[in-house]
């Protein structure tokens, strides 16, 4: 085992019997041995159990166990793969993800030689598909543009280990999930952030460290693209109820553009028939002002992320997904704001544990 700990990496899965398989053979090609690997079946209705089971037996030697968690939701799913953990260090994994072979090794050894409360690494973005639309999103969602200063996302860190307000596919003390009373299941996403978060609170830092390295699979559509951050904008704001302290400017500032923007639409349109001509004038020269900046600011880093790869074929494809993620994220943000939170209903549902898919 590593440095003498048992480890237990804990998988989330909903429906996705195809990607898990993928994620087993990466973790089979890690360069240290695992104490057990399990898999939370959170409720799938695809043969998730069967295929898992076949894939053992096909690639016998890696110690895989599947637990099943009837409340359908991630947070609940990591509680109930934590709470059966035998391992006294976890190490959290997503079945779309692909870990460097080294990754366990190093994250277990960072966690050691620091202290941290969670160790994390960096991700290499890549498409979810063959498509230029597909290789626009992989490209928008790792530039700063896309991802603000969340440097797993961007790859843009120091050469050494440095503190950061959060992690994916974090690896802490089983310990340290019991102090911290596990993941806040009222939450469908935001989980990470949310549990990292306490983390840093209670005096525990969060180490991100660029060795520790793994490969995330970007979406592949527009839809997809717009569903995944209108989400995680609606979340976002549920955790910040709780949580507002934890909020960064790379999150405010996408809500604040949208409220902005849809303020002086609202404005010149009441102005107008109001037959203010002159005010609705001048919040329509603003409003313009705002779209010409924003667009410029788009176009310049669709031109940095085309030019400096001579990628030039998703060059007009670029400001259309910065846009999509602005737009849904900070469209998500002031939903949950305006409707207290109780639209749409099926957000609520999947915090409840009654339905929807997991994040």
């Known amino acids: 085992m590593t440095a003498g700990h048992r480890v237990s990496i804990v998988i989330p899965c909903r429906n996705e019997a195809g990607p898990v398989q993928r994620l087993l053979g990466s973790i089979r090609q890690q360069d240290t041995a695992v104490h057990e690997v399990i898999v939370v079946d959170n409720a799938s209705a695809d043969d998730l159990a069967g295929t898992i089971d076949r894939w053992t037996s096909q690639h016998p030697g890696l110690p895989v166990r599947i637990v099943a968690c009837p409340r359908v939701g991630i947070p609940a799913a990591l509680n109930a793969g934590i709470r059966a953990a035998q391992g006294e260090v976890i190490v959290r994994f997503d079945a779309h993800s692909c870990p460097g072979e080294a990754y366990v090794r190093r994250a277990v050894e960072t966690l050691d030689e620091t202290g941290a409360g969670v160790v994390g690494g960096v991700w290499e973005v890549v498409p979810g598909d063959r498509t230029l639309t597909a290789q626009a999103i992989a490209r928008a969602v790792s530039h700063p543009m896309g991802a603000g200063d969340a440097a797993y996302r961007t790859g843009r860190t120091s050469h ?82 709780s949580h507002p302290a934890s909020l960064r ?75 999509t993620i602005h737009f849904c994220w900070g469209g998500g943000v002031l939903v949950n704001v305006l409707t207290f939170g109780t639209w749409p209903g099926r957000y609520r549902r999947q915090a409840a544990g009654r339905g929807g898919d997991t994040p």
């Open 160 to 241: 050494g280990l440095r503190e950061v307000d959060t992690v994916p596919f974090g690896c802490f003390l089983k310990a340290t999930w019991e102090a911290l009373g596990g993941f806040n299941e009222r939450l469908a996403t935001n989980e990470d952030y949310e549990f990292n978060y306490r983390a840093r609170q209670s005096g525990h830092p969060v180490i991100l460290d660029p060795r520790i390295r793994s490969t995330y699979y970007a979406r592949s559509s527009f839809s997809a693209l717009a569903a995944q951050y209108s989400r995680y904008g609606w979340w976002k704001a549920q955790m910040l109820k």
């Open 249 to 323: 400017w790379r999150q405010a500032v996408p809500a604040a553009f949208v409220a902005a923007a849809a303020g002086l639409g609202v404005a010149t349109l009441a102005f107008a028939l109001a037959g203010l001509h002159l005010l609705s004038r001048v919040t329509c020269g603003l409003l313009f002002a705002q779209a010409a900046v924003y667009g410029g600011a788009l176009t310049w880093a669709a031109w940095r992320i085309s030019g400096g790869r001579r990628t030039w074929r998703i060059f007009p494809l670029l400001p259309l997904v910065f846009s």
